[in-house]
């Protein structure tokens, strides 16, 4: 196990390329963060000139690939970084420079046990795609057909395991000082991130995903996945079809090929919607480099082709019947039933007042009704929303932070493609069917029936376990209660520790060095 100087080490070092991007400042002068935090941000900054403007994109591509994705993730918290570092750190790009093509064939050759030549009949060395966990390349296999090639860059499984424990170290300790770092739930965050990360880095896992999604969306007309070569896949190796079409932010490129744009945009909203409310799993990572268009020439609006699947969210049948009341309540007004449902959900500690909350939930809510999304600011919506969950002590739900930040970006690609288009009124129809084609007297009955159906095959199997648990009186007596007794090792402590972190920082700060001749900060 990693000690804490190396952890205190490792978060020195991170800490002064963020204060040379200026993106320190965010965190040592917010109003929230406890005092040993700010004394190990003045730690990290001593001796280095910090920029006016931060640039918080820039700072996490030099720390490296988990912090690429840290930052990926931040950006859908307002309520953490504030509007401004949320604006930064959407342009975050996850590009790299290229790996030697060497070393990338000899990656595919060990992990499939055979010559490149034997796979493929050629493959272009010049890669197409450059990221922090892979690189993509361009090939055509021995029966003609191109693909595209996905490969793990070498190492980068370790590295990330090696930052992310890092990460939940400092998580874990964040989250102790209780207050509003308990609140927000730091370590669920950051296992979130792992669960992400771990995803993305085994491409059998994105492969799954990727014809999960497809017979998710068999039947909707306008969307589909490509097909994945599975005798060209592994972990470290993906091999799908190779698309032919239009980045869906080319905008001039779709208009000469007659795409109706205003109509791509809704497509695009109700592939997104039917994914997380109708299948409960739904394409995570939908920005404007991970979707293509086909044209077609029975349809204006051509097919939309996603790609990358790395990043899929999934929410249950539970939550998105919440999911879809809310969005039906924000769109027609109905912030009581919003409400209602926060409670039920227990989103919202019981000891607030139902009515109090809906009149909040009125206040971000009327502003942005019947008006197109060019007139309103997301941001300054989800600032709102994230100041009502600190007025009525609500806790960060981290299985939705994936749904919102898809929001985030399937509302921006589509503004992109219609200024004019309202989210609120493409989702409302949508929402009202599912509602009424779910949650309505037919499906209530149809739920009913099964879950006690269900209920009654169980019992069986139920008996057999109480049996088990409360066998014939007899045999051996009963074991009488042991002692307590307190473990050498245990952590549980009942004061403060910060003050010896912040001793252990200064001697971390003196061996950032000695540690990164060794390769351990690397």
């Not at 509602?435 to 159906?453: F, H, K």
Request: with cysteine; charged share 25%; proline share 6%.
């Amino acid at each position: 196990m990693t000690s804490s100087v190396i952890h205190l080490a490792r978060l020195l070092k991170w800490g002064r390329v963020l204060a040379r991007h200026g993106a320190l400042r965010i965190i040592e002068e917010g109003r929230n963060t406890p005092p040993p935090v700010r004394r190990l941000c003045r730690v990290a900054r001593f001796g280095t000139s910090q920029p006016k403007v931060p640039d918080y994109a820039r700072a996490f591509q030099e720390i490296g690939p988990a912090a690429i994705k840290l930052g990926q993730t931040l950006a859908t918290r307002p309520d953490l970084v504030g509007e401004e570092a949320v604006r930064n750190l959407l342009t975050l790009q996850d590009q790299l420079p290229p790996l030697p093509f060497d070393l990338v064939r000899q990656e595919i050759e060990n992990t499939f046990g055979a010559p490149v030549e034997r796979l493929f009949a050629s493959l272009d060395p010049e890669p197409i795609g450059s990221a922090s966990i892979a690189q993509v390349y361009r090939a055509v296999t021995a029966e003609g057909r191109t693909v595209a090639v996905k490969v793990l860059r070498p190492g980068v499984r370790e590295r990330f395991a090696r930052d992310i424990e890092t990460y939940e170290w400092a998580a874990a300790h964040l989250e102790a000082l209780g207050g509003e770092a308990s609140r927000l739930r730091p370590r669920a965050v950051i296992a979130n991130l792992k669960r992400w990360t771990l995803r993305e880095l085994d491409l059998r896992r994105e492969a799954a995903s990727a014809s999960e999604l497809a017979k998710a969306m068999k039947g909707y007309e306008g969307y589909r996945v490509p097909d994945i070569d599975w005798d060209r896949t592994n972990g470290k190796v993906m091999t799908v079809e190779w698309i032919d079409g239009i980045k869906v932010s080319n905008h001039q490129a779709l208009s000469e090929a007659g795409i109706d744009r205003p109509v791509l945009a809704r497509r695009l909203v109700l592939a997104f919607l039917t994914q997380a409310i109708n299948a409960g799993y739904f394409h995570a990572d939908m920005h404007q480099g991970n979707l293509f268009v086909q044209p077609s020439v029975t349809d204006p609006a051509g097919t939309i082709v996603a790609i990358d699947f790395g990043i899929m969210g999934r929410i249950d049948r539970q939550a998105r019947q919440w999911l879809a009341e809310i969005l039906y309540g924000l769109t027609t007004g109905n912030y009581r039933r919003v409400a209602e449902i926060h409670f039920e959900a227990q989103y919202v500690p019981s000891y607030h007042s139902v009515e109090e909350f809906a009149t909040a939930l009125r206040a971000v809510g009327e502003p942005m009704r019947g008006k197109p999304v060019s007139e309103l600011s997301v941001g300054q919506m989800l600032d709102g929303l994230f100041a009502i969950t600190r007025d009525f002590d609500m806790q960060t739900q981290p299985h939705l932070l994936l749904l919102q930040k898809t929001m985030v970006m399937v509302e921006g690609l589509a503004t992109s493609l219609d200024p004019s288009i309202n989210m609120w009124d493409v989702a409302a129809p949508f929402v009202r069917n599912w509602i009424r084609d779910e949650l309505g007297p037919e499906a209530y009955i149809a739920d009913r029936l099964r879950e006690d159906l269900d209920t009654l095959m169980r019992l069986p199997a139920l008996v057999r376990r109480i049996e088990e648990k409360y066998p014939p009186k007899g045999g051996a007596p009963e074991q009488a209660p042991l002692p307590p007794v307190e473990l050498l090792w245990s952590r549980k402590r009942h004061t403060n520790h910060w003050l010896g972190y912040a001793g252990a920082a200064v001697g971390g700060g003196l061996a950032v060095w000695v540690l990164s001749l060794s390769g351990l900060l690397s």
